[in-house]
């Protein structure tokens, strides 16, 4: 149930860019925000983007704003996070949830992520 599967990330050197995709298994995403969160190793997931069901709204935690975008093709049952300048301190596994706004929690259906890794 809400379970999300994330995909596209990489082995990337700082300053490129990936884009992952969160696709969603078998309910469509048009009623849900999606937000996208991170852990590194060691570190507590923190909350990276945000974006509101229909895409009106997003939002994105201080230290990736310029850099990432979020972006979601509803046709598709896809939300993006689109990552550019990347730094090595951007490496985690990324993971997207469904909300029920970007003002409510996840609803807790984590995938397994997608690991992203910036380095020389």
């Known amino acids: 149930q809400l379970q999300l599967v994330e995909s596209g990330g990489g082995l990337v050197q700082p300053g490129g860019s990936l884009r992952l995709s969160c696709a969603s298994s078998?309910?469509?995403?048009?009623?849900?925000?999606i937000g996208w969160f991170r852990q590194a190793p060691g570190k507590e997931r923190e909350g990276v983007s945000c974006?509101?069901?229909?895409?009106?709204?997003?939002n994105y935690t201080d230290s990736v704003k310029g850099r990432f975008t979020i972006s979601r093709d509803n046709a598709k049952n896809t939300v993006y996070l689109q990552m550019n300048s990347l730094k090595p301190e951007d490496t985690a596994v990324y993971y997207c949830?469904?909300?029920?706004?970007?003002?409510?929690?996840?609803?807790?259906?984590w995938g397994q992520g997608t690991q992203v890794t910036v380095s020389p």
């Open positions: 949830a469904a909300q029920g706004s970007c003002s409510m929690p996840p609803y807790g259906y």
């Open positions: 078998g309910f469509t995403l048009d009623y849900y925000a």
């Open positions: 974006i509101s069901s229909i895409g009106t709204y997003t």
